[in-house]
């Protein structure tokens, strides 16, 4: 199962930081991975990370905004979202999957994080 948290309303410029809380059989898969859905758009994938030896990667559209990070002691994979702009708004959402490609099976409910101009 995976828990997403920490969306909201920022404005231009401003930061906020996603969580995902990880158990049961998400936690057995090697990479959580971030992706996003704006309105109107087709899902994004954002970034993972290898839960066992931390090594993350982040889309270019993201890559000098964005970091992921995990906390293996809280189960639980962070999204730090810098200088934010009106189009990151969207669902963000949090999955698992065993070889970082194929994210088909453990998805999170989405939080929304929505950047005023």
């Known amino acids: 199962q995976l828990q997403a948290s920490g969306g909201g309303l920022v404005e231009t410029g401003g930061s906020l930081r996603l969580s995902c809380a990880a158990s049961?059989?998400?936690?057995?898969?090697?990479?959580l991975g971030w992706f996003r859905q704006a309105p109107g758009k087709e899902r994004e994938f954002v970034g993972r990370?290898?839960?066992?030896?931390?090594?993350?990667y982040t889309a270019d559209s993201v890559k000098t905004q964005f970091t992921i990070s995990r906390d293996n002691a809280k189960n639980t994979v962070s999204l730090t979202m810098n200088s934010l702009k009106p189009e990151n708004t969207a669902v963000y959402y949090c999955?698992?999957?065993?070889?970082?490609?194929?994210?088909?099976?453990?998805w999170g409910q989405g939080t929304l994080v929505t950047v005023s101009s």
């Open positions: 999955a698992a999957s065993t070889d970082g490609v194929n994210w088909n099976n453990y």
């Open positions: 049961g059989p998400a936690l057995s898969r090697n990479y």
């Open positions: 990370i290898n839960w066992t030896n931390g090594r993350s």
